[in-house]
């Protein structure tokens, strides 16, 4: 099974990509190796100041980076449609979507629509995102979505259609392993949605292990995932992977010319490791995705069309 690392990307150059908060983390280092194959990356940021810094940040590396900041706020609908259009006034095609800003284990808190927040940014967010940025994804040449999972998504649950943001049965862990879990079938029923419509557009799947980004330790400073976080955040300082490889399985699925659609990569061990081609293992995803999609539906007010 072959290593595929930033060198083995290909020629970007006359693409567009699109990486939900690629300020920091998972996001900054997948902005940098597009950027670096000559891809016209635009950073879909809630924070400008960071934005700002992770401009330079690139640029210093990648001198003549051809980077674009736009302000994307998850955790707001009317903000997702903002940046949607912005970009959709700005390109008429985009080759590579990363699904991939998230929060972890946060105290039980709203998003300004009244979403659980971890439902919220982790999922509708990007439902949103990606339905409104459809239009310009299928009129590229074989577009990839690519949807950051973790593993967390083997103990969620599937979305109750009665009780979608917990109302009452709120625990940190119990909604990051439903949203991650969402994440997972949604990329699953995207790519069914790309079969049936007969498009060359692909929906893809990643999760980048343990990695020492600031995910987990900004769940520990604020205080929402108990024990289970600091021993994780803990667990990941020692046996984490630096940011350059943990970023490798989405950029991996997002750029190797081998990958495709309905494909799942990360970690070859689990959680570390180089980035591979993982099993698709949860049974049953076709009863969960359609309530997915039934919900996100109601929620949004927005349709998911290919």
Do not use: C
Not at 15 to 21: C, H, K, M, Q, S
Not at 27 to 55: E, F, I, P, S, W
Not at 114 to 136: C, D, I, R, S
Not at 144 to 151: A, G, I, L
């Amino acid at each position: 099974m072959r290593t595929y690392t930033s060198r083995a990307v290909p020629d970007l150059t006359g693409r567009t990509a699109v990486i939900t908060g690629a300020n920091g983390g998972l996001g900054l280092q997948t902005a940098m190796v597009l950027a670096a194959k000559g891809a016209h990356v635009v950073m879909a940021v809630r924070d400008q100041a960071k934005a700002a810094k992770a401009v330079e940040t690139i640029t210093g590396e990648v001198p003549g980076a051809s980077l674009e900041v736009v302000e994307l706020d998850l955790a707001s609908q009317a903000s997702v449609r903002t940046a949607a259009g912005q970009v959709l006034r700005n390109h008429d095609t985009i080759d590579i979507l990363v699904n991939n800003a998230g929060l972890m284990a946060t105290p039980e808190g709203r998003t300004a629509d009244g979403y659980e927040m971890q439902f919220g940014v982790n999922h509708l967010g990007h439902w949103t995102l990606t339905a409104l940025l459809m239009p310009a994804l299928l009129a590229a040449p074989a577009a990839r979505v690519v949807t950051v999972t973790s593993t967390a998504h083997h103990f969620g649950r599937p979305v109750d259609p009665e009780n979608p943001h917990l109302h009452g049965r709120y625990e940190p862990w119990r909604a990051y392993g439903q949203s991650k879990l969402a994440n997972y079938h949604f990329a699953i029923g995207l790519q069914s949605a790309f079969e049936r419509a007969g498009v060359e557009a692909q929906s893809l799947l990643a999760h980048p292990g343990l990695t020492r980004s600031d995910l987990q330790t900004r769940t520990v400073r604020e205080g929402g995932g108990g024990p289970l976080a600091t021993i994780l955040a803990w667990l990941t300082e020692r046996a984490g992977m630096e940011v350059e490889r943990g970023a490798m399985p989405q950029i991996r699925a997002a750029t190797d010319p081998g990958a495709g659609g309905g494909e799942f990569y990360g970690p070859r061990f689990g959680n570390t490791g180089p980035a591979v081609r993982l099993p698709l293992l949860r049974p049953g995803a076709d009863r969960a995705i359609e309530t997915l999609w039934r919900v996100s539906e109601r929620e949004t007010g927005v349709p998911l069309t290919v």
